[in-house]
């Protein structure tokens, strides 16, 4: 099996986590969700890089650097999710497999969170399952990159 990349991307306020509203967001930080996803994949042969923005010029521009350097990206945009069309564009661009994830359930919170602009450029959308979003949102990836 040949050197796989996976980009993961989290967006604004999700440098707060463990401090931003737990009830809704979890108690884990970031860098902790990161270190429990590089421990799920040390086994394989995957390399995950972790970027954290609340810029969304500086989002945009990791989205378009992984071009052909990434077999996959994983986001959480936050808020840019309902209002960002240019990160919409650049995730459109992406070459490779794209996975839209949500710590809470979007479509069962304020009407203005469960319009996603990145869900149609997207191959799948996890929500709801608080850190677990990310760690499924990796093994789905998994599964789809040892399938080709």
Do not use: C
């Amino acid at each position: 099996m040949s050197l796989k990349k996976i980009l993961v991307i989290s967006g604004p306020n999700l440098n707060l986590l463990g401090k931003r509203e737990p009830e809704i967001y979890g108690e884990l930080s970031l860098e902790k969700i990161h270190l429990n996803m590089q421990n799920m994949i040390d086994e394989t042969k995957h390399q995950l890089a972790f970027k954290q923005s609340n810029s969304e010029a500086e989002i945009i521009d990791w989205i378009q650097d992984a071009y052909d350097r990434y077999n996959a990206i994983i986001i959480n945009a936050g808020g840019y999710t309902h209002s960002s069309i240019s990160i919409r564009d650049a995730l459109k661009h992406f070459n490779g497999f794209k996975i839209e994830i949500h710590l809470s359930n979007i479509h069962a919170r304020e009407e203005f969170r469960k319009t996603s602009l990145l869900s149609a450029v997207s191959n799948g959308i996890i929500a709801g399952f608080g850190d677990k979003s990310y760690y499924l949102a990796l093994k789905a990836i998994e599964l789809n990159l040892n399938e080709g």
